[in-house]
């Protein structure tokens, strides 16, 4: 059998180490889908949504999201997932102007087995935290925060079908400004290729409790992981249409860049 595998190869003009390396892309891509994965990640992923307000306001988001695994025994892993948001915005609220600096960090641990379930489902629960490091008013939230997160998941072939929710109440912070109580809510689908192209659809909806709103982005992306020399990175594009928004929210289409930096652990 391996004869026939080695002679198929040659008779396609690749190489064994090509074929590997394939399909060594491929493993990798399919653990960027997980967000449980115990893979170390930094991805830089940047926003851009305009429609806000009056003035049809616009913002542009960086959010720098290193995700860490670190390892308790032999059974668990805690994951580390951070979302440090750097914004620019123009006119997000009526004739506001410009505004530039960091948003509030959102820091969520994941306890998480390190195997799959007998039915190949993967999970973790955990604490998420809201910290107030807006630089402007119209940055951040003013308030800290903290609620449960959880994230499940099952991968098959190379599918990959889960969900990822957290509710954030606010505890401490300025008094005059609006409390929060919030929930996040990620449904998500994504097939990957053998040649490492992953397509996904998810939703990043939020509802807020204390204005009874919506926020329902719909997210389409494609992604693609290469290395260079051995720096395994992945390049993602994509597009959201908002399908639900409070009236002061964005609207209409928004577009999504992300560049992703791997460095697998092997746990």
Same mark, same amino acid.
């Given at each position: 059998m391996r004869l026939l595998c080695s002679m198929l190869v040659v008779g396609l003009g690749l190489s064994p180490a090509a074929v590997f390396a394939q399909d060594d892309s491929a493993d990798l891509a399919k653990k960027l889908s997980n967000p449980v994965a115990a893979m170390i990640s930094v991805p830089l992923q940047f926003n851009y949504d305009e429609g806000y307000g009056p003035n049809d306001g616009e913002r542009l988001t960086l959010n720098i999201q290193p995700v860490i695994p670190i390892s308790l025994n032999d059974e668990w892993n805690v994951i580390s997932r951070t979302i440090l948001p750097v914004i620019w +915005?123009? !006119?997000?609220? *009526? !004739?506001? /102007?410009? +505004?530039?600096?960091? /948003?509030?960090?959102? +820091?969520?641990? &994941? &306890?998480?087995?390190?195997?799959?379930?007998?039915?190949?489902?993967?999970? *973790?629960v955990g604490p998420a935290f809201l910290v107030p490091t807006g630089t402007d008013d119209l940055l951040g939230t003013g308030k800290w925060g903290a609620g449960p997160t959880a994230v499940v998941l099952k991968q098959m072939g190379g599918w990959t079908v889960g969900g990822l929710a957290n509710h954030i109440w606010s505890f401490a912070g300025d008094d005059d400004r609006t409390d929060v109580n919030s929930t996040f809510l990620q449904p998500f689908i994504s097939y990957t290729t053998h040649n490492a192209w992953t &397509? *996904?659809?998810?939703?990043?909806?939020?509802?807020?409790?204390?204005?009874?709103?919506?926020?329902?982005?719909?997210?389409?992306?494609?992604?693609?992981? =290469?290395?260079? !020399?051995? +720096?395994?990175?992945? &390049?993602?594009?994509?597009?959201?249409?908002?399908?639900?928004?409070?009236?002061? /929210?964005? !609207? /209409? =289409?928004g577009f999504r860049g992300v560049v992703t930096f791997l460095f697998p652990t092997g746990k």
């Open positions: +915005q123009n !006119d997000i609220a *009526g !004739d506001s /102007g410009e +505004q530039t600096g960091l /948003g509030d960090i959102t +820091q969520s641990l &994941f &306890f998480s087995p390190k195997h799959p379930g007998p039915s190949g489902i993967i999970w *973790g &397509f *996904g659809v998810n939703t990043e909806s939020t509802y807020n409790w204390e204005t009874e709103e919506w926020s329902v982005p719909i997210n389409f992306t494609v992604a693609k992981l =290469v290395k260079f !020399d051995q +720096q395994p990175v992945s &390049f993602t594009a994509g597009v959201r249409y908002w399908a639900e928004s409070p009236e002061s /929210g964005p !609207d /209409g =289409v």
